[in-house]
């Protein structure tokens, strides 16, 4: 079976590969003030830009993503900035997490396939603020423990949670969640197709008593003023920084900044 085909169970083999050979052991911890996203969610449009060296759905980035990168974003207007520690397929790591926290002030997202305790304690030790779950990782049984347990173990290590689902089928799952933020990502997380309208169709369905986070395939501005009318708090764009020679230059477009 290709990746395309199944890569969510493709790439959690892979994430279990490297917890095992100690991937995730993160021996120096990063001591960092705690950021909240809640409080950046206010006025005009808001980006959380993406470190992310490679996407198994379009190659590698034109430049190659950094810390110096993570503050232009920073400078140019982000609200927070995200970080893939997934190595095998999205090219970071827990040390890019860390290099990026230690060289920003905004509140840092770690960005992974979670299915392990074990992650969520790199996370903290990175100086992230925020960890991403997976609702699909729960309903089909990747995980260690339940959502509400994982939810729980990055509460009680002073981290919130983006919770996300890029299906209809799980929406309960993260409205009834103690997440800080609820995510709908147009892109499938099984067949890595992406899903244009995607977002109108699920927030619907999310109640809204929590900033919601529209994640992948938004690169106008034009995409993101549209959902927003439609209830998106912020938005979660990588490739489209990816593709860019001047990411910064495109995330000020993309917020409508000079």
């Known amino acids: 079976m290709s990746v395309k085909q199944n890569f969510l169970e493709t790439v959690v083999a892979s994430v279990r590969r490297d917890i095992r050979e100690g991937v995730y052991?993160?021996?120096?911890?990063?001591?960092?003030?705690?950021r909240s996203l809640r409080g950046r969610l206010t006025g005009g449009v808001r980006v959380i830009a993406e470190i992310k060296p490679v996407s198994p759905?379009?190659?590698?980035?034109?430049?190659?993503?950094?810390?110096?990168?993570?503050?232009?974003?920073?400078?140019?207007?982000?609200?927070?900035?995200?970080?893939?520690?997934?190595?095998?397929?999205?090219?970071?790591?827990?040390?890019?997490?860390?290099?990026?926290?230690?060289?920003?002030?905004?509140?840092?997202?770690?960005?992974?396939?979670?299915?392990?305790?074990?992650?969520?304690?790199?996370?903290?030790?990175?100086?992230?603020?925020?960890?991403?779950?997976?609702?699909?990782?729960?309903?089909?049984?990747?995980?260690?423990?339940?959502?509400?347990?994982?939810?729980?173990?990055?509460h009680d290590l002073g981290l919130e949670v983006l919770f996300?689902?890029?299906?209809?089928?799980?929406?309960?799952?993260?409205?009834?969640?103690?997440?800080?933020?609820?995510?709908i990502n147009n892109r499938s997380l099984l067949t890595l197709e992406l899903k244009r309208g995607h977002f109108k169709e699920i927030v619907r369905r999310i109640e809204k008593t929590k900033p919601v986070v529209a994640e992948s395939g938004y690169s106008l501005r034009e995409e993101i003023v549209s959902d927003m009318a439609y209830g998106a708090d912020a938005f979660l764009v990588g490739s489209a920084f990816m593709k860019a020679t001047r990411p910064e230059e495109k995330l000020r477009e993309m917020i409508g900044s000079d």
Do not use: W
Not at 174 to 179: C, E
């Open 57 to 154: 759905s379009t190659g590698s980035a034109v430049v190659s993503p950094s810390a110096s990168t993570a503050r232009a974003f920073q400078d140019s207007g982000a609200c927070g900035i995200s970080v893939l520690a997934e190595r095998s397929y999205f090219g970071g790591s827990p040390a890019l997490v860390k290099n990026v926290a230690a060289a920003v002030s905004l509140p840092v997202l770690f960005k992974d396939f979670v299915v392990s305790a074990e992650q969520i304690e790199c996370a903290k030790r990175c100086g992230a603020d925020l960890v991403l779950l997976i609702a699909e990782m729960f309903a089909l049984g990747l995980a260690d423990e339940s959502a509400d347990s994982m939810v729980g173990r990055a």
């Open 25 to 34: 052991s993160v021996t120096q911890p990063l001591n960092r003030d705690r």
């Open 164 to 183: 996300e689902t890029h299906s209809e089928r799980y929406v309960e799952c993260i409205n009834r969640s103690k997440a800080e933020y609820l995510g």
